[in-house]
């Protein structure tokens, strides 16, 4: 069911390689919703990836482009608003990558180098789109932008190694991006702090599958999926968040508010008897 949200809006979605993607979803969630947009990724992420095939699905066209390249974001910008017609009324930053992760470098034994690449594809990349978008007068007045983040910007995860950093900054990226963009142009900035959520990039993390696991059992409502991400995603690109800017968004079934919980606890136990009343249901509080 379509609710129009973005009718009349124009949009520029990054990062999308295939099916699995949040980025992918958004796109084709975007177009759902009204929207027209154009779709950026490397020249090698479009060709190991489904990206044409998306494109033809939105008729949207594919522009390739390294987003750590200014040069690049450039035309990005460029060509979007002469293909739309105008400034974009949102942009989605959906990119992030850990050479130190790719090679299993623990976070302790770091190449140096790898991570100065991690900072930039994953988190730097976002200041460039943003500082590129600005100059150009790329986004419309009242424009939304959005970066997807992960709770380890905030606590520590076994084996997320460098990404943690990254996403640190990238929220911070966000909210200092926030202030000028917003006073100067209404436009606002915010990152979506995501469950954890089986795409391409994600199953690069060591033991993806047993954190998948232990969020989903920490979690009230569960893990959040790449489907319901894109819908909210949506909500913010809309009219219906015009005062939200400068927020780390958190949009995983209410882990980032836990501590235990009695699934997750479980675990640990041999059977839910200590956790049931006289009649045997559970006692949740």
Not at 167 to 188: D, P, T
Not at 249 to 260: C, E, K, N, P, Q
Request: include cysteine; glycine fraction near 8%; charge should be negative.
């Amino acid at each position: 069911m379509t609710h129009n949200l973005l009718k009349g809006k124009k949009g520029i979605i990054f990062g999308a390689l295939n099916d699995k993607s949040i980025a992918w979803k958004v796109a084709e969630k975007a177009v759902e919703e009204g929207a027209t947009i154009t779709l950026s990724n490397t020249a090698m992420a479009i060709r190991m990836g489904d990206f044409e095939k998306l494109g033809e699905q939105l008729q949207a066209e594919v522009i390739p482009a390294d987003a750590t390249s200014v040069e690049d974001l450039e035309t990005v910008f460029r060509r979007s608003m002469e293909v739309l017609g105008g400034p974009v009324d949102f942009v989605l930053h959906s990119i992030g990558m850990s050479p130190n992760v790719r090679k299993k470098r623990t976070y302790d034994d770091l190449d140096y180098n790898m991570l100065s690449k991690t900072l930039d594809i994953s988190a730097i990349s976002f200041h460039k789109m943003l500082q590129t978008a600005k100059k150009m007068d790329a986004i419309a007045e009242y424009g939304s932008v959005l970066a997807l983040s992960y709770v380890a910007a905030q606590r520590t995860f076994f084996g997320y190694n460098d990404m943690a950093d990254a996403k640190s900054l990238l929220e911070s990226i966000a909210r200092s991006f926030g202030y000028i963009y917003g006073r100067e142009k209404n436009v606002r900035i915010n990152t979506i702090s995501q469950s954890p959520t089986p795409t391409t990039a994600g199953s690069g993390v060591k033991g993806m599958e047993h954190l998948m696991d232990f969020a989903n059992k920490m979690s009230p409502l569960g893990n959040a999926s790449a489907d319901e991400c894109a819908d909210y995603c949506v909500m913010m690109f809309s009219d219906f968040t015009r005062k939200v800017t400068m927020q780390n968004l958190y949009h995983d079934g209410g882990f980032s508010s836990m501590g235990m919980s009695l699934r997750a606890m479980n675990q640990y136990s041999k059977s839910l008897d200590e956790y049931t009343d006289e009649n045997g249901h559970i006692i949740y509080g």
